[in-house]
């Protein structure tokens, strides 16, 4: 019962390097999201999807590209890392709206 | 646009005593779901209790309960029989309805279970 899975758990990227956050759940969700943990700031959304082919600018989209080619995968791009993309992000997905959330375990990021 | 305000940084609270934290949102819809999240050291978000605005009675989940005051947009998380296991960043969070499940958090309250 893999429910929402975020690869890697840690990475360290130089400035300007490009990395895809992978994510992938196994409960037919319809709906995906991404958002970034900031100290103090809580949690931020920076894209979401409502389903295959459908994506959309959250809170804080800059320097975020999402695709969404299957129900299960739902990859998080970043083309030219910043060090003010130093965060944590989550992943997370539910079946249908107003449904709540669950969250894949986080991807700690690092920009130097 | 939606807010969260979680006004207590930080508490503390001794094992087996009742502790409450507080979560005020602003927004002008009527239709809509409030969630406390748990963050534990783990970094896992595990969801905690919902509330739907439409329902007037407070949802209960077994040592959590909260107080939703609607006309006071206010929606405070009680934890009876303090654990150890409770200790972690605990997120308030608002949905507005029909939004994708889009959710909107408050900046956490950091919650110390002590001995």
């Known amino acids: 019962n893999a429910g929402v899975t975020q690869t890697p758990k840690f990475q360290v990227l130089k400035t300007g390097q490009s990395m895809t956050l992978q994510c992938a759940q196994d409960?037919?969700?319809?709906?995906m999201s991404w958002y970034r943990q900031d100290p103090g700031m809580g949690l931020r959304l920076i894209h979401y999807?409502?389903?295959?082919?459908?994506?959309d600018q959250g809170e804080v989209p800059n320097g975020y590209n999402v695709s969404r080619s299957t129900t299960e995968d739902f990859p998080l791009r970043l083309l030219s890392a910043a060090p003010s993309q130093t965060s944590v992000y989550f992943c997370?997905?539910?079946?249908?709206?107003?449904?709540?959330?669950?969250f894949g375990d986080g991807t700690r990021l690092s920009i130097l | 646009a939606q807010t969260v305000t979680q006004s207590q940084p930080e508490m503390s609270v001794q094992e087996a005593e009742t502790v409450t934290l507080s979560c005020t949102y602003d927004?002008?819809?009527?239709?809509?779901?409030l969630f406390w999240y748990k963050q534990p050291p783990s970094r896992q978000m595990i969801l905690v209790i919902r509330?739907?605005?439409?329902?007037?009675q407070n949802a209960t989940e077994n040592r959590f309960s909260v107080n939703f005051q609607k006309a006071a947009k206010s929606f405070s998380l009680k934890i009876s029989d303090s654990q150890l296991g409770d200790t972690a960043m605990y997120f308030c969070?608002?949905?507005?309805?029909?939004?994708?499940?889009?959710?909107?958090f408050g900046t956490g309250t950091r919650l110390q279970v002590t001995l």
């Open positions: 999807s409502v389903g295959a082919g459908i994506t």
């Open positions: 969070a608002f949905m507005k309805t029909g939004t994708a499940s889009k959710l909107t």
């Open positions: 509330q739907e605005a439409y329902k007037q």
């Open positions: 997370a997905s539910s079946e249908w709206g107003d449904q709540p959330q669950h």
């Open positions: 927004t002008s819809e009527n239709n809509y779901y």
């Open positions: 409960m037919n969700h319809e709906y």
